[in-house]
């Protein structure tokens, strides 16, 4: 996508979770566009990212469902609504315009226009798992990265992941033919990844292709603006330092709140406060929705999300169209009717 | 009710005795949650992202920890030796006196 896009919509949903998704139907029977914002690369939030393959039982009509299935079957059924995506983004900022409408503009400077917004987050964005090491922060972009977006930048470099999962395996495998040294710290001797990257690693140790540094973990960063060394406590070897321009840790995803919680919108213990007739927000035309919200007996179900979207929908229509009626139909009487691709 | 003791130090250090029923089918997880202490149990209990980390300090007879649970405690930080995920220790009378120190939030 190209930078400094500008996308304008009728809902801005952000989070493309299961109940995000579904809010694009509820929204599509009135005839309203959504445009979702996702900071993983891929739809269907937590389902997809954390637990594709269990059953969910309790979405009603499916005795049984595996979440990933259950997110194919939400993008089939929002599919003639044509909704639009920018996903590998962070919802960042929120402005109010001059001509009433709300802007969302993403970490990667795409803006996105609307006059109503549904906040579906989750449980927040999906950020890495930072080691505690004091000073990473002071490394960031200067040599310690959380995700391998280019493996080109490591040519000739001397490379450190941290790790025992399958992703720091397969990047431990992937770069050890493209950094000068590659080196794999892990906390134990045992890796839990796939059986056949661990013997890929062990393999690639034992030609000297990976150094492999077990019962260990990095403790320290040390660098001049940027990274130079890492220390390494070892259990029973203790501390010592090696050279390192990249520190790779690898440690999975976990979601934090992110920047929602400054947007001045009533947050309360990592949840957005919102009324029970609308789900909306105290801010005017913003809605919370899904595990993201707050209220007097609220229950974190992806069926409460169908049912908090389907209301909010209708509020939203309202916003939209001060001066239409809604009339209430069944989708058994009249069907569903797309909308055209824009 | 049936209820079992269980002593908990929070992330200042602090102890305290609970008292805890073991008819409701809770996990330590879910109990620290009802006693309002700083443990989020963000994925709900399914040991995918170890908010609910702690160190058991007493002698009690535990199950043996999941493939699940071994996966993501690599994935966690500060572990120790007698680091469990809180979730995945469902209360029981074999747990009574058990104490259990919360893992700093990583």
């Known amino acids: 996508m190209a930078q400094n896009q500008t996308i304008e919509t009728d809902i801005i949903i952000i989070g493309a979770g299961p109940v995000g998704l579904f809010a694009v139907f509820e929204a599509g029977l009135l005839k309203m566009r959504c445009h979702l914002i996702d900071v993983l690369p891929q739809p ?46 962070r919802a960042e900022s929120l402005e109010k315009l001059e001509d009433g409408r709300w802007c969302v503009t993403t970490n ?32 960031e972009e200067r040599g310690v990265e959380y995700f391998v977006r ?176 809604l009339s209430f139909k069944y989708t058994t009487v009249t069907g569903i009717e797309g909308l055209p691709a824009k | 009710m049936d209820t079992i003791k269980i002593t908990i130090v929070d992330r200042e250090g602090i102890s305290q005795e609970y008292e805890a029923p073991t008819d409701m089918g809770l996990n330590i997880m879910e109990l620290c949650k009802a006693l309002e202490l700083p443990v989020e149990g963000t994925c709900g209990g399914m040991a995918l992202c170890a908010s609910c980390h702690v160190y058991v300090l007493s002698d009690n007879e535990l199950p043996e920890p999941s493939n699940d649970e071994l996966d993501m405690l690599d994935s966690a930080f500060f572990v120790q030796p007698n680091s469990r995920l809180g979730c995945q220790l469902k209360l029981h009378e074999g747990l009574d006196g058990l104490q259990i120190k919360l893992a700093p939030n990583g």
């Open chain 1, 44 to 89: 269907g939030g937590q389902l997809t990212e954390i637990y594709p393959k269990k059953p969910i039982y309790d979405i009603p009509g499916y005795p049984s469902i595996l979440a990933s299935d259950l997110v194919t079957n939400l993008m089939r059924q929002i599919e003639p609504f044509k909704p639009g995506f920018s996903l590998a983004e």
């Open chain 1, 150 to 325: 280019n493996p080109e930048m490591f040519q000739n470099q001397k490379v450190v992941i941290a790790g025992g999962g399958d992703s720091a395996l397969d990047w431990a495998i992937y770069l050890a033919n493209i950094a000068k040294e590659l080196t794999l710290i892990h906390r134990r001797t045992e890796f839990r990844g796939a059986l056949d990257s661990v013997e890929k690693v062990m393999h690639l140790a034992e030609i000297k292709k990976i150094r492999l540094v077990t019962n260990a973990q990095v403790v320290g960063l040390h660098g001049n603006g940027k990274l130079e060394s890492i220390e390494i406590l070892h259990d029973t070897d203790g501390n010592f330092k090696i050279e390192a321009d990249h520190f790779v840790p690898l440690f999975g995803l976990t979601p934090k709140l992110g920047p929602i919680a400054e947007w001045g919108l009533g947050v309360s213990s990592n949840a957005v406060e919102v009324n029970t007739f609308d789900y909306a927000t105290t801010t005017p035309g913003i809605f919370a929705i899904g595990d993201i919200n707050t209220y007097p007996g609220k229950l974190k179900l992806i069926l409460c999300g169908f049912h908090e979207a389907t209301l909010a929908c209708q509020s939203a229509f309202k916003i939209m169209h001060p001066d239409k009626k």
């Open chain 1, 108 to 139: 990667r400077g795409t803006k996105h226009l609307a006059p109503v917004i549904f906040i579906a987050g989750g449980l927040g964005s999906f950020e890495p798992r930072k080691p505690p090491i004091s000073n990473i922060a002071d490394f």
